[in-house]
């Protein structure tokens, strides 16, 4: 079950962005989206009637065996076609860029924080909240541009969003299970 769960969660999620990243036009990614979940949709409504089929009425091995050999020539179908790719290069990829952010704004901030304690006595100092990440930006002398920054300002609302998931759903199981052990 985990193992079915885990393939199906990655095949589909890494298959739907890779293959709009091969789109030269991208006027065409509805279009490319529309067919790509109508296939998804018919390969599932194939998996439930001709496999269920088969595992039911043939031979359970023959049911695993045939979406095994599909899988199998999917593979070699992916891989003959590699150098046809368009491949993107990551090196301006939010998750490339989110630790070397993070360096760059505790340094700048480290720096920033030094020179206010020195200019402390002084009665320009012209002091502005900033976040922690806004130290990376070169606006503030950081290495990294304001786009950057600010999606991983984004991503940093986000995560904590899914961080804060992983406790309710395990509290929310609990309380059903908890409530069907009581019947």
Same mark, same amino acid.
């Given at each position: 079950?985990?193992?079915?769960?885990f393939?199906?969660?990655a095949?589909?999620?890494n298959?739907?962005?890779?293959?709009?990243?091969?789109?030269?036009?991208r006027?065409d990614?509805q279009?490319y989206?529309?067919? #790509?979940?109508?296939?998804?949709?018919?390969?599932?409504?194939?998996a439930?009637a001709?496999?269920a #089929?088969?595992q039911q009425?043939i031979s359970?091995?023959?049911g695993y065996?045939?979406?095994?050999?599909?899988?199998?020539?999917?593979?070699?179908?992916?891989?003959?076609? &590699?150098?046809?790719y368009?491949?993107?290069?990551?090196?301006? +990829?939010?998750?490339?860029?989110?630790?070397?952010?993070?360096?760059?704004?505790?340094s700048?901030w !480290?720096e920033? !924080?030094?020179n206010?304690?020195?200019d402390?006595l +002084?009665?320009?100092?012209d002091?502005?909240s900033?976040?922690?990440?806004?130290y990376?930006k070169? +606006?503030?002398?950081?290495k990294?541009?304001d786009?950057?920054?600010?999606?991983?300002?984004?991503?940093?609302r986000?995560?904590?969003?899914?961080?804060?998931?992983?406790?309710? &759903?395990?509290v929310?199981?609990?309380v059903?299970r908890s409530?069907k052990?009581r019947?």
């Amino acid at each position: 079950m985990f193992s079915s769960g885990f393939g199906a969660s990655a095949v589909q999620v890494n298959i739907a962005i890779f293959g709009v990243e091969q789109i030269r036009d991208r006027t065409d990614t509805q279009q490319y989206f529309d067919k #790509y979940y109508a296939a998804v949709n018919i390969g599932g409504l194939m998996a439930f009637a001709i496999l269920a #089929y088969v595992q039911q009425n043939i031979s359970y091995f023959l049911g695993y065996a045939i979406p095994a050999g599909f899988l199998v020539l999917a593979f070699i179908l992916f891989a003959c076609g &590699w150098k046809f790719y368009v491949q993107n290069s990551t090196e301006d +990829s939010l998750m490339s860029n989110f630790f070397p952010v993070i360096r760059n704004a505790f340094s700048m901030w !480290r720096e920033h !924080r030094e020179n206010r304690n020195r200019d402390l006595l +002084s009665l320009t100092n012209d002091y502005q909240s900033k976040s922690f990440l806004d130290y990376a930006k070169i +606006s503030n002398q950081g290495k990294y541009i304001d786009r950057i920054v600010d999606d991983i300002k984004s991503l940093q609302r986000i995560l904590a969003v899914f961080l804060l998931l992983i406790p309710y &759903w395990l509290v929310y199981i609990q309380v059903i299970r908890s409530e069907k052990t009581r019947q």
